[in-house]
């Protein structure tokens, strides 16, 4: 487990760069470039702990991707949106009641890079389930402790999933490595077998909705113990990332609800672009 930690301490790290050159720096600062730079090298330390000898398949794919969507989101941030706290950060999240208290730069900054589905701002994913009701209803001190009690059950739940999918599922592409994966011989690994397809179709489902939007969902879950149980923004400022799987029961719910690059590639500033770029 040495090698995920490690992953998860990397993407630890990128956030809080990435947060620091939000709140401190200019649209155009040449900050911004050397802190993206030492973030493509914090990206590819990561890939290069694929390399690592305990680590298997489908941890490295999984962390591998979440890195680069990370990566993709920040860069995004820091050059296409040109964001800073104070001009694209002014929409309170899905759920915020009014009396929720002032938010603050750097925790409006930390919220928006932890967050690849633009929690807070204007171009928000549409569907963003919002914070639960029964947290409106209590004294702030109750509100925070059930939310960091909810939350952290959560990650919890989601820690053993991830560990559960990717145990069972490095077992049973073990016994197939041979057949649909071969070293051996480079033709077969484009060969078009219709079992050969179908796996490796399954495979990159399962690292993807297994995996990666798991990863992106507990590391989102985390920041926001830390910044409730820190005290330097309110639980009302951290609704959900992802709806409920049961809410994706037509084509263009399920498409808003996997759909995990929608922030990230938002480019530009046009309505049209928000409109196309919504799920």
């Given at each position: 487990?040495?090698?995920?930690?490690?992953?998860?301490?990397?993407?630890?790290?990128?956030?809080?760069?990435?947060?620091?050159?939000?709140?401190?720096?200019?649209?155009?600062?040449?900050?911004?470039?050397?802190?993206?730079?030492?973030?493509?090298?914090?990206?590819?330390?990561?890939?290069?702990?694929?390399?690592?000898?305990?680590?298997?398949?489908?941890?490295?794919?999984?962390?591998?991707?979440?890195?680069?969507?990370?990566?993709?989101?920040?860069?995004?941030?820091?050059?296409?949106?040109?964001?800073t706290p104070k001009s694209a950060l002014g929409h309170k999240p899905t759920g915020a009641n009014k009396h929720s208290p002032p938010q603050k730069d750097h925790s409006i900054a930390f919220r928006l890079c932890s967050s690849t589905r633009g929690i807070g701002t204007n171009w928000q994913?549409?569907?963003?389930?919002?914070?639960?009701?029964?947290?409106?209803?209590?004294?702030?001190?109750?509100?925070?402790?059930?939310?960091?009690?909810?939350?952290?059950?959560?990650?919890?739940?989601?820690?053993?999933?991830?560990?559960?999918?990717?145990?069972?599922?490095?077992?049973?592409?073990?016994?197939?490595?041979?057949?649909?994966?071969?070293?051996?011989?480079?033709?077969?690994?484009?060969?078009?077998?219709?079992?050969?397809?179908?796996?490796?179709?399954?495979?990159?489902?399962?690292?993807?909705?297994?995996?990666?939007?798991?990863?992106?969902?507990?590391?989102?879950?985390?920041?926001?113990?830390?910044?409730?149980?820190?005290?330097?923004?309110?639980?009302?400022?951290?609704?959900?990332?992802?709806?409920?799987?049961?809410?994706?029961?037509?084509?263009?719910?399920?498409?808003?609800?996997?759909?995990?690059?929608?922030?990230?590639?938002?480019?530009?500033?046009?309505?049209?672009?928000?409109?196309?770029?919504?799920?």
């Amino acid at each position: 487990m040495l090698a995920p930690a490690l992953s998860f301490a990397l993407l630890t790290l990128q956030i809080l760069l990435a947060t620091t050159v939000l709140e401190k720096t200019k649209s155009r600062s040449l900050y911004r470039y050397t802190g993206m730079l030492v973030i493509i090298l914090i990206t590819y330390a990561q890939h290069s702990l694929q390399n690592y000898p305990r680590i298997n398949a489908t941890w490295g794919a999984s962390l591998g991707v979440t890195h680069f969507i990370y990566a993709v989101h920040l860069a995004s941030l820091l050059f296409l949106e040109k964001a800073t706290p104070k001009s694209a950060l002014g929409h309170k999240p899905t759920g915020a009641n009014k009396h929720s208290p002032p938010q603050k730069d750097h925790s409006i900054a930390f919220r928006l890079c932890s967050s690849t589905r633009g929690i807070g701002t204007n171009w928000q994913v549409k569907n963003i389930p919002p914070v639960p009701g029964v947290l409106h209803a209590r004294a702030p001190q109750r509100a925070t402790r059930g939310f960091l009690l909810r939350q952290s059950a959560i990650i919890c739940w989601i820690y053993c999933w991830l560990r559960v999918i990717h145990l069972v599922w490095n077992q049973y592409i073990q016994g197939l490595s041979q057949t649909l994966f071969p070293l051996e011989e480079e033709s077969a690994l484009y060969s078009l077998v219709l079992e050969r397809a179908i796996v490796r179709m399954f495979s990159g489902f399962v690292v993807l909705m297994g995996g990666v939007r798991a990863s992106l969902e507990l590391a989102y879950r985390i920041a926001s113990v830390l910044c409730v149980g820190l005290g330097v923004s309110g639980a009302q400022e951290w609704p959900p990332m992802f709806g409920s799987t049961w809410e994706a029961y037509t084509l263009r719910k399920f498409w808003g609800w996997v759909y995990l690059l929608v922030c990230p590639i938002r480019i530009g500033r046009l309505q049209s672009d928000v409109d196309i770029y919504r799920a």
